[in-house]
């Protein structure tokens, strides 16, 4: 397993799956490590992935100071990481909490960025989080689901704040993908163990966003940009990812049809020929439901 060095001392690891040219994939939760990604779907096919476990999760070290997984202190990891791989420019990838990050990135080193797409990503960075309501939106358009009629108050309540069982907690699962199939079931199974909580609590610290500044960056960015959101996703709701869409000057806004926030296990095939055609520049190939 490949690991280098970041500039605190922190030993931290990649994974590599697939063959052709790297893309580097910053992986979301907040903070979870790399393992949810698996293949994205079969790119592993188009390309070679350079799948990193920020500082904390997965085989990544521990670090010293827990206040390095604050989003803008990993700025500086992922930097390191390009250093590592001897690449001028990459291709990246986000998904989830972690396009905060690779917006971060993009914004403070435009120079280094050559492609990026952002997958499901909320733009908590830019200062526009998923509302309660956004997700309760997305969760009514289920309700001709078998499981809505009992999923749809326990989400309620969460959502809400309220203590939710274990029991509930998967009774709304369903709400996070597209398709609640035995696919989806064993997919979150695992999410949880890959989590590290301590460090979920300090990516969102106060300090980490200044969306102003961000916005600036990111206006500085001449790299193309995917942006995808999930048609039933709540978090981003569609409208929501159009508005990052919107922080970039030249990016594509794409909506998979009836995908949640996990899109590549939904529909890998939709999921990774969009993916594909824009990481070799070849435009959309896939219909777009808008």
């Not at 390009?82 to 420019?89: A, K, S, W």
């Amino acid at each position: 397993m490949p690991a280098f060095t970041a500039a605190d001392g922190t030993e931290l690891a990649y994974h590599i799956r697939g063959e052709g040219d790297p893309l580097v994939v910053l992986p979301g939760g907040p903070m979870r490590a790399s393992a949810y990604l698996g293949d994205l779907g079969g790119l592993t096919a188009h390309r070679r992935l350079i799948l990193l476990d920020l500082r904390g999760t997965g085989d990544s070290a521990v670090p010293a100071d827990p206040g390095t997984y604050r989003c803008d202190r990993l700025v500086d990891d992922v930097e390191a990481l390009r250093v590592r791989l001897g690449l001028e420019r990459m291709d990246m990838l986000a998904h989830s909490a972690g396009g905060s990050l690779a917006m971060l990135y993009a914004g403070r080193y435009p120079e280094r960025v050559a492609r990026l797409a952002l997958i499901t990503a909320t733009p908590w960075v830019l200062g526009l989080p998923a509302t309660a309501e956004h997700r309760l939106a997305a969760a009514r358009l289920r309700k001709d689901e078998p499981w809505f009629a009992q999923a749809y108050p326990a989400f309620e309540a969460w959502l809400a704040g309220d203590d939710v069982a274990d029991d509930d907690l998967m009774a709304f699962a369903g709400f996070f993908y597209g398709r609640w199939d035995d696919t989806a079931r064993a997919h979150i199974a695992h999410l949880d163990e890959q989590s590290n909580e301590e460090a979920e609590d300090v990516y969102f610290a106060e300090g980490a966003f200044d969306p102003a500044a961000t916005r600036e960056g990111l206006a500085r960015v001449t790299a193309p940009v995917l942006v995808l959101a999930g048609e039933v996703d709540g978090g981003p709701r569609p409208e929501l990812a159009r508005e990052t869409a919107a922080a970039f000057p030249s990016a594509e806004f794409a909506v998979q049809p009836g995908a949640g926030h996990y899109p590549w296990l939904d529909d890998p095939e939709w999921f990774v020929r969009r993916v594909a055609a824009f990481l070799d520049g070849r435009g959309a190939t896939a219909p777009s439901a808008e």
